[in-house]
């Protein structure tokens, strides 16, 4: 026995299939005694006519003629009947409701030498003839017991119901959790995990999921550091290599080379920071600095830009706490984006303030970003562009990299954009950033 009640608390489906089989078992009770009762009740009301059939003599005398009303409306009461009582010069009744019309029964055989038995909407009516009185006698009230019984039972099915749902959704609790757990994941927060002290399936799956996002933590941070550490290396070889080049003549190859060393740098340093930032201790090197006279500052580096530049700030300057250097990387990022596909058109930078929230919005009128892009822009080396070609764009990093700065600020970063029309990117950042981050 012990094992078998261990075995259900261990499973989900045996604890389903015991609520299950426990509501069926209540409900067979409940709908058996229900019928029963009708039944003994529909029994003891077809037996009455014989009952008075034998007993009729000794009701009528019980009564007498002329009748003893006091008598009659005892015997209504004891016998739960009505009684009707009529001459020509006066019409008793014990039940004040009447509820049938006596004087519409049809007649449908004999009884006694002085009793009939009539008939009205399938209801039985006995009528006795003495003393020139008429006596008609029938049940007070049809089924009441039944609706009651009725009632009673559709209320205890209700309640059994309502107490199924409260176990089952108390059991179900987990999964609820889960769905949470699996959203944090999915949203990056490998770090969550979710809490149970189960036995059964749904503890076995939570253990599952939580192990699973321990691998990917653990993969993902090894692909980290072996990202960083390659990035690292490469740096030696590169510094060598810009070395060598200066030793070499001025030429059309010695430019080209430079170029590509450079590139070759600026990729190394994007992903370098692109890593740092995606860590979750990422640490921000935060000052405060009057936003919308920082924003400004870093967009007039990009007055050379031949469709123009407008800059639009409000009156009134607020400090905020930001890593300076990140934040004017990530302004760079969005202007040089704009600029690389603006063709030539104005480009608006728009500062505001919003709820202590710094609100950056850079505008172009370019070319502008399909919709089935829209949602992987800013992933690291997602391009629009599948040729990859160099004079179309960067290596995929810049958009990546704002947005971490953005995240790691506390802030977001939301990109609207239609072909032909331009791309609006807004980037929120808040007064001060977590302090979890600063250092």
Request: net charge negative; glycine share 6%; hydrophobic share 40%.
């Amino acid at each position: 026995m012990t094992t078998l009640v261990q075995h259900v608390r261990k499973s989900l489906f045996f604890r389903l299939l015991a609520i299950f089989g426990v509501t069926v078992i209540l409900f067979i009770i409940i709908i058996s005694i229900s019928l029963q009762t009708i039944s003994d009740e529909s029994d003891a009301i077809e037996t009455i006519p014989d009952y008075f059939t034998r007993n009729i003599e000794s009701i009528i005398e019980d009564i007498g003629t002329p009748p003893n009303l006091g008598n009659a409306m005892r015997l209504a009461g004891e016998l739960e009947w009505t009684i009707n009582i009529r001459n020509p010069i006066m019409q008793w009744s014990s039940d004040a409701e009447n509820r049938l019309d006596v004087d519409t029964s049809v007649y449908a055989e004999p009884l006694t030498s002085d009793a009939e038995l009539h008939t009205i909407n399938g209801e039985d009516i006995i009528r006795v003839q003495r003393g020139g009185y008429d006596f008609y006698m029938y049940r007070r009230a049809q089924n009441s017991n039944n609706l009651f019984v009725i009632y009673v039972g559709v209320a205890i099915a209700l309640g059994i119901l309502f107490l199924n749902y409260l176990l089952v959704n108390r059991m179900l609790d987990p999964v609820r959790l889960l769905r949470r757990g699996a959203e944090r994941i999915q949203k990056g927060d490998l770090g969550y995990r979710v809490k149970t002290n189960r036995q059964d399936e749904l503890g076995e799956l939570t253990e599952s999921i939580n192990h699973m996002a321990d691998s990917l933590q653990s993969m993902l941070e090894a692909k980290r550091q072996l990202l960083m550490a390659i990035s690292h290396e490469l740096r030696t070889p590169i510094t060598k290599a810009k070395l060598r080049m200066e030793f070499m003549p001025d030429s059309d190859e010695k430019e080209q080379l430079k170029e590509d060393i450079d590139e070759i740098d600026l990729l190394i340093s994007d992903l370098l920071e692109a890593e740092r930032l995606n860590n979750e201790h990422a640490v921000l090197v935060s000052e405060p600095v009057h936003f919308a006279e920082f924003v400004s500052g870093v967009a007039e580096q990009f007055d050379h830009y031949e469709g123009g530049l407008t800059v639009v700030t409000p009156e009134e300057d607020l400090v905020f706490d930001i890593d300076k250097l990140r934040v004017r990387l990530l302004i760079t990022n969005l202007l040089n984006n704009a600029m690389r596909h603006g063709e030539v058109k104005p480009i608006e930078v728009k500062v505001s303030f919003v709820d202590e929230e710094g609100i950056v919005e850079v505008i172009d009128n370019g070319e502008g970003i399909s919709e089935e892009h829209l949602s992987q822009i800013s992933e690291p080396f997602y391009r629009a562009d599948s040729s990859r070609q160099r004079n179309t764009g960067g290596f995929g990093l810049g958009l990546y990299l704002c947005r971490l700065i953005a995240q790691a600020h506390g802030g977001k970063m939301n990109i609207a954009s239609e072909i032909g029309e331009g791309t609006h990117i807004t980037v929120n950042l808040p007064r001060h950033p977590p302090q979890s981050e600063l250092e």
